[in-house]
């Protein structure tokens, strides 16, 4: 296998990850969302929740596609036009990505003391949703069944 094939493959590779991403990251955040909603009653908590958490799912999708648009593009079709097709694809990636940003933080990335990525918006997601303060990430107290209570 040469290399530029082997290239490939690790392209193919990622934007599968991705897909797997955002498939199993839909439905986690559905089925979370769904769980804390029925326990705590609270309808707009759980679709915050949701927003949240498949916000964070999409974001970490599009890191990985533009990882597989990278070495695509560096390892397999080292052109000036391929550089340029990756350039417009990241920016256009960028842009989505501040849009979801702005969409689940609610104010614009100059305005946040610290920068997140798609990872950080999962992990704010999942310790809100077990109870924990979101500014710390430390996890809910644990009950004597070994879930958080």
């Known amino acids: 296998m040469t290399f530029t094939a082997l290239m490939e493959r690790a392209a ?3 934007e599968v990850i991705a897909v797997m991403v955002l498939i199993i990251g839909l ?3 559905l089925l979370y969302s769904a769980r804390v909603w029925r326990t705590s009653g609270d309808g707009r908590r759980g679709y915050a929740l949701l927003r949240e ?6 974001l970490l999708g599009v890191e990985i596609l533009v990882a597989a648009d990278l070495i695509r593009t560096v390892a397999v079709t080292p052109t000036l036009e391929s550089v340029g ?3 417009l694809i990241v920016l256009i990636r960028t842009f989505l990505s501040f849009s979801l940003e702005t969409e689940i933080e609610g104010v614009p990335p100059w305005r946040r003391a610290m920068t997140t990525s798609g990872a950080g918006v ?6 809100r949703a077990r109870g924990a303060d979101a500014t710390t990430d430390e996890p809910a107290p644990l009950g004597r069944s070994g879930q958080s209570s």
């Open 12 to 14: 193919q590779a990622f």
């Open 27 to 29: 439905v986690w955040s």
């Open 53 to 58: 958490f498949f916000g964070g799912v999409l």
């Open 85 to 87: 097709v990756l350039g």
């Open 122 to 127: 999962l992990s704010r997601a999942a310790s």
